[in-house]
């Protein structure tokens, strides 16, 4: 049993080692000074994390809710040591102060949106004719048109709004797009693509939906589930290097209190099954915009107390995961 378990670590391992490697390489030659490689060898060395929470999923069996969680306690207090007491002052660093509080130049701006929305309508257009050559089902041109004119009207719109002067200091000019808007709209776009348009993203749908049937049709499920966990930690890693950037402060308690649940809310209220095999990163973009509208829609009623905003978040939360449920009995029924 050990030899097998051993065989899976270092099968693993040899998957995704270059990723591994790079971390350990930055760590080892103390290249990290440099703030760039640093924040690379941070995702990296989540990605090591999430190899270990994969394989006590996928092989010892652990629910991967307690496996997060128990390790995101562990993780709060390995933070604690590294930082000596000390919390990392971002703000110092123009990168990684940038991340979150920096902005494109209006002419940015404008190729950045034209990239987008060309990139979305060129692609929607050459799908719908190859589908119509194949003699396969299609959305009709006219509502690809409707589509990507209702796209542009709308990024336009924003674009205009965004390259408008949002400061009140008249010795300082805040405008464009927000880079925290680029990163999470890039983002999306990626993993759209890893998810709808690989064999991978299949394989991990299959897995998600049903890893027995999956197993059964010849998928690796371990490697699915450990590739999941790498990229979930990946992810996690990057927000936390976007969190400390929002917070001008790699704090001790950096991630505590409601952001892990807030996580998992944005992507449940978006659509995200919790019982696996359905969701899409516009889910989780779309959940997000809903966790953060309720506090500042709430900010509009002051004569309401902040009480209330876990009140209605929790039970928006309640309504998505209810929601799920239900869909799930009647289409299992059917």
């Known amino acids: 049993m050990r030899e097998r378990a051993a065989y899976i670590v270092i099968r693993v391992m040899r998957r995704h080692q270059r990723l591994l490697a790079v971390g350990l390489f930055l760590v080892a030659t103390n290249l990290t000074q440099h703030l760039f490689l640093a924040l690379v060898a941070a995702v990296c060395i989540g990605a090591a994390i999430g190899v270990l929470n994969g394989y006590l999923v996928a092989k010892v069996g652990i629910p991967s809710f307690v496996v997060t969680l128990a390790l995101f306690l562990a993780w709060q207090g390995v933070l604690q040591f ?99 808007a680029v990163i999470a709209i890039v983002l999306m776009i990626a993993c759209s693509v890893a998810l709808s348009k690989t ?65 998992v809310a944005a992507a449940v209220i978006g659509g995200t099954s919790l019982f696996g095999g359905r969701g899409k990163p516009r889910d989780a973009i779309l959940g997000a915009l809903v966790i953060a509208i309720i506090p500042n829609g709430l900010l509009l009623r002051p004569s309401l107390g902040a009480q209330w905003q876990q009140v209605i978040t929790g039970i928006v939360l309640l309504l998505a995961a209810a929601v799920d449920a239900i869909s799930r009995r009647r289409a299992s029924r059917g």
Not at 126 to 148: E, H, K, P, T
Not at 212 to 241: N, P, Q, W, Y
């Open 82 to 180: 590294a930082l000596a007491g000390q919390p990392v002052n971002t703000s110092n660093y123009n990168l990684w102060h940038d991340l979150t509080y920096g902005n494109l130049s209006p002419l940015w701006s404008w190729v950045f949106v034209i990239v987008v929305v060309g990139g979305y309508v060129g692609y929607t257009v050459y799908a719908s004719v190859s589908a119509q050559r194949a003699g396969l089902a299609r959305d009709s041109m006219q509502l690809v048109a409707l589509r990507g004119a209702v796209l542009a009207v709308v990024a336009v719109v924003v674009t205009l709004l965004a390259n408008q002067n949002r400061n009140t200091n008249p010795f300082k000019v805040i405008q464009g797009i927000p880079v925290p």
């Open 199 to 263: 064999t991978w993203g299949r394989h991990l749908y299959a897995t998600g939906g049903n890893a027995e049937a999956a197993r059964r049709a010849g998928i690796d499920v371990v490697h699915m589930k450990v590739t999941a966990f790498i990229l979930c930690s990946s992810f996690g890693a990057f927000g936390g290097i976007l969190l400390a950037s929002s917070q001008s402060s790699a704090s001790l308690d950096l991630g505590s209190g409601n952001v892990l649940l807030f996580s």
